[in-house]
């Protein structure tokens, strides 16, 4: 596509629910990034996937939160057991290759949890 | 423990004024340094620095990264109502893994 797709673009969840979040990169986009940004805050690395190699989880606050991704396709993220602490908005980036080239950001989903 | 500090956290101008952005990093492997407007959701793409002294400039919009003091600066002259926004500026790992970035600036341009 044009751009970096993500949907929902609101998704409003009870506590305690599971959500999945997705996001479509730019077509021959290697790299993927998935971001959290809270309220007032700054953009908070959570994952990143690189064409077929183990994705680096490095920033996922808690095994609540998982992610796949299928070779240069789709990525879901899953947030299980939702809290109200995890209400922020969720940005997924892709970039061409994974350096020296600038990120894309979706248009987020905004989750609530209530 | 790498960060990304911005300053001032936010700005009020009026339309016409000149604003400089700050934005200074203790990044283990440093890569690059990107800035983005970013408004309502999604964060855009401005400028990407690698090297240090080379200006780089986009129309009101230009850039410096001075590396051996970590930190850059982005200037936009004659500012106008739309460049109110929220202004990133995150740095990219060596590794290219993470894009780290830091809180952003609000500018308001007023009319």
């Known amino acids: 596509g044009a751009g970096v797709s993500q949907s929902p673009s609101n998704k409003v969840t009870e506590k305690g629910k599971d959500v999945e979040l997705r996001c479509d990169p730019i077509s021959g986009h290697t790299a993927l990034y998935w971001y959290r940004q809270r309220l007032g805050q700054g953009l908070e690395f959570l994952i990143y996937f690189q064409g077929n190699s183990a994705p680096d989880k490095s920033g996922l606050p808690s095994d609540r939160f998982s992610a796949e991704r299928t070779g240069e396709s789709v990525s879901t993220l899953t947030i299980q057991r939702t809290q109200q602490e995890d209400s922020a908005v969720y940005l997924c980036a892709s970039s061409l290759n994974r350096v020296e080239t600038e990120a894309f950001f979706g248009q987020g989903t905004r989750l609530t949890v209530v | 423990e790498d960060k990304v500090v911005q300053s001032p956290l936010s700005l009020v101008v009026h339309e016409g004024d000149t604003v400089t952005l700050n934005c200074s990093y203790e990044?283990?492997?440093?890569?690059?340094l990107l800035w983005y407007k970013q408004e309502k959701k999604a964060p855009t793409f401005l400028f990407m620095l690698t090297s240090s002294g080379i200006e780089k400039k986009s129309g009101r919009l230009s850039s410096i990264l001075d590396k051996k003091e970590l930190f850059s600066i982005l200037n936009i002259t004659a500012t106008q109502t739309g460049d109110s926004a929220v202004y990133l500026c995150a740095v990219l790992n060596q590794a290219g893994t993470a894009l780290i970035f830091g809180k952003g600036t609000t500018l308001s341009v007023s009319s």
């Open positions: 990044v283990t492997n440093f890569r690059s």
